[in-house]
């Protein structure tokens, strides 16, 4: 609260040594403002000194003293400093590969295992190319200020070490809301290793690029969605005027390091609301900023090029930094991914008629692929040229690689190297609108990257000192409970889920039943009745054929709004519930029904989010119980290569920071106490 | 928290803002907070703020409120802004003197975009 007259700063000691007027001096350099994080009012107190660091490894006590209205108050903070990154040291790793499955809990690796890989006689036919690697351990993935993390600190905390908060990107909260920019910044490895060291770094990612996840590598913010701030951050660009304003942001922009290597999707937080790109390639109805058009101008004056589908990525130089801006689910029929996100994979690979959905392929009007884009041909004749032009995780991943190789040329392994963040979001979309076939797939998208990854390092020279990192920033409450015989469904739409007042039946009927003659009961095979599935994959490309066969998996989630459900695979992506409605039209408070687009012939699975979540919850960053929440489930981690052995046991995720140091050849023991403060 | 030589700021000091002025010292206490919106950058201005079926009081033009007589234990705090949107949140209220929240719109409310998270 306001205190009735001005806070007053009275000490301020590092282990022990006062440093009040080195404090003061360093805040008055700063001068009032964004630089220092100065609240409005001057009856709240708080001030950032910038870019700090503790310079030696060891035990840190900060105690502040303060007077507020007379009255001496003290707070008290402990850091635990490990060494400092040394590349040059013989044994650090000098790339890394860090690949980030958005959102995947251990079932969804046992699915994708079981789908890719099959299962005889109870035992694996082979493994996922994750679980094969020779390190496995546990990361603990509470936020600071919740048990169940947003994608923002799930990420956030990996790479700097710090616990952070739900919404909150590489920064503390603090007292000035009105500014998500100015709080308390923490580096993160990423930064760190470009800042110091000149390593190159760089993401992938199948969501928007101003997502948590690919954000959280180098933006700071209290809030995950000022995307135009946090693109401009990405990209190094700091102009007055614009959402990342370049006055009073010095010290931002002296800590956040631009990406090298950027590819994703989400074009509408880079260019201008009336570039024609948006609608004729991206196929935005709407959207764009209103500032700043940092494709048209600002990446060709920072030294980007720019690709917008495979040909373009392929045919981009590896000696020059790259932003790769791709078309999302664009499909109107479609709901939950939307434009700023690319096609999942089982779209992807229907669009290249690698898959078929429930005996569907690419020219089946079903799939909605074969029709015109709807805001122009700018990125293809049709939906699925469009789709096809949207480059595989593999081939995402291996021109980054390229790029990155290029950048950094002879200094890898002298100093030199760089880090790639391989990020597979839709893991965590599709699993949040209860997609579960398409989860599968993009869980063996992911794996089969870690897969080409692993086999194009050890074809670089030197590659051995490479490090494959594989883990999740949360997990999401879905489970395995067995399997759905689907020839058992086709041939009876309807007459399954039917009761005498037309209602959703509450529960699963049976053949024997004369009110719900329903033979889904006998289509649901769960513990004795889990036959193997009968996946194939003729095609050799590592995805099965359709996720429809004979007998597929059932997933479910533990936590998850009202839907219904026949177990087949929706033709394309659709919420599973929207927000219920009047007969006016009025949202409904506190209300969820099944999307009726979404198999309305399907059982009723009622939602199980606490109704006081709908305005108002902790189910997920927002309340939303339209779609299904995270869950506060330990999530695998999985590691090979240089400084891979760090990764083993059970650890808090801010663990994983402190593991990459080690790989990257900071000694492991913490000495105490600490030597000093630098940067004043 | 175990962590690297790395270049940071100093977050502790803006948890100073959360001391209250004064203290009171009974059973139930007063609970102070403060009505925000990180994503849209501003504190709230004439939001009512109710725990259960207590007295309501309104945030200040800064968006700080005090609500006296909270007694400790699970609350639901119920904020009603300005225009009629409201969300709940749920706190764990400590018995302590006197405590302090920071009741954010952006975090209890659902997203714009519905692709995130």
Known sequence: MPAEHSVQLLHLRVNGKDVTEAFKARIARQGNGPESGTPQSPLLFGASARNLSFDKPGRYEVLAEVSVDGVSRSIRNRYDVAAAPNPKAPDAASRIVFFLTDGTGLPLRTAARIASRGVFEGRARDRLAMEKMPVQGLSMTA??????????????????????????????????????????????????????????????????????????????????????????????WYADGSAQPKAGYAALAELAQPLDVMLGGGAAHWMKEGNSQLADFYQYGKGGRKDVDLVADAAPKLGYGVARNVDELKAAPNNRKLLGLFTGEFRPASSGLGPDNIPGVLDRLAARGAVTIHGKSVNDAELALNLAPPKGKGCGDTV????????????????????????????????????????????????????????????????????????????????????????????????????????ALVGNPGSCFTTTNNAFP?????????????PLQDALGTF???????????????FPDDPDPAIKLVIEDGFRPAYSTSYR?????????????????????????????RQPEGLFMSGNLPSGNVVGGANKTGGAINTAPHAGDDVPVSADGAGASHFSGVYENTGIALRLVRALGGKGEVPAPGGGLTGW | MTTTAMRRTLPWLLALASLPASTLTASALTLSGRVVDSQEQRSIDGARIRVGNGEIVTSDAQGFFRLPDVAPGPRLVAVELPGGEGFTVRLQVPARPAWFVELDRARHTPPKDDDEY
């Open chain 1, 143 to 236: 936020a600071f200020d919740t048990i169940i993390t947003d994608s923002a600190p799930g990420m956030a905390s990996l790479v700097t070490g710090m616990k952070q908060a739900n919404n909150a990107l590489n920064v503390s909260p603090d007292n000035t809301p009105e500014n998500a920019l100015d709080n308390p910044r923490i580096e993160t490895v990423f930064e760190y290793m470009k800042r110091v060291h000149g390593w190159k770094i760089g993401v992938v990612t199948d969501a928007f690029l101003a997502d948590a996840t690919p954000a959280a590598t180098v933006a700071h913010s209290r809030s995950r969605r000022i995307y135009n701030a946090i693109t401009q951050q990405m990209i190094g």
């Open chain 1, 384 to 487: 699925a040229e469009c789709f096809r032009k949207v480059p595989m995780k593999t081939e995402m991943a291996d021109k980054a690689i390229d790029v990155l190789e290029g950048l950094a040329g002879d200094r890898i392994g002298k100093g030199g190297g760089w880090i790639l963040l391989v990020e597979q979001s839709q893991t965590d979309k599709l699993g949040h609108i209860l997609e579960y076939d398409r989860v599968v797939y993009e869980v063996i998208e992911a794996d089969n990257t870690v897969a080409a990854v692993g086999r194009k390092l050890s074809s670089l020279k030197d590659g051995k000192r490479s490090l494959r990192l594989v883990t999740s920033d949360h997990a999401q409450p879905e489970t395995l409970g067995g399997v759905v015989l689907t020839d």
């Open chain 1, 506 to 518: 509450l529960t699963v009927g049976s053949a024997g039943d004369s009110n719900r003659p329903c």
């Open chain 1, 528 to 542: 004795n009745d889990a036959t193997p599935p009968t996946y194939t994959d003729a095609n050799g490309d590592g």
């Open chain 1, 569 to 597: 695979t929706n033709f394309y992506p659709l919420e599973p519930a929207f927000i219920g409605k009047d007969s006016a039209g009025a949202a409904i408070d506190r209300s969820a029904i099944p999307n009726p687009k």
